[in-house]
Nanobody, 125 residues
Framework: QVQLVESGGGLVQAGGSLRLSCAAS?????????MTWFRQPPGKEREFVAGISRYNGNTYYSDSVKGRFTISRDNAKNTVNLQMNSLKPEDTAIYYC?????????????????WGQGTQVTVSS
């Protein structure tokens, strides 16, 4: 089992940057989890943003953020980060960190066992 806590959200102007972090704690080694960021825009369903596999560190991005966002992990610090550049108003959402004990990144939120509480990102135009 793992506990996840996100941080780093806030208000930023369009074109700006934010860096989200997700800190993990628990009895199971952080390196054994595939980590993913999802987001939920106002009035919409939760959607996949980016994921990073356990063991091999392969990364995956949604088309809407590819080239602007970068996911990374630091297994020594038990953290996964999401660097968000060139932010747009449509990036406004609650961002969630999620974990699963499988090697592949899955874009379906139902495939994840552990979730953080979320952090709000608001991009003004």
């Amino acid at each position: 089992q793992v506990q996840l806590v996100e941080s780093g959200g806030g208000l930023v102007q369009a074109g700006g940057s934010l860096r989200l972090s997700c800190a993990a704690s628990g009895r199971t080694s952080f390196s054994s989890y595939t980590m993913t960021w999802f987001r939920q825009p106002p009035g919409k369903e939760r959607e996949f943003v980016a994921g990073i596999s356990r063991y091999n560190g392969n990364t995956y991005y949604s088309d809407s953020v590819k080239g602007r966002f970068t996911i990374s992990r630091d297994n020594a610090k038990n953290t996964v980060n999401l660097q968000m550049n060139s932010l747009k108003p449509e990036d406004t959402a609650i961002y969630y960190c999620a974990a699963r004990s499988r090697t592949n990144v899955n874009t379906m939120s139902t495939e994840y066992d552990y979730w953080g509480q979320g952090t709000q990102v608001t991009v003004s135009s």
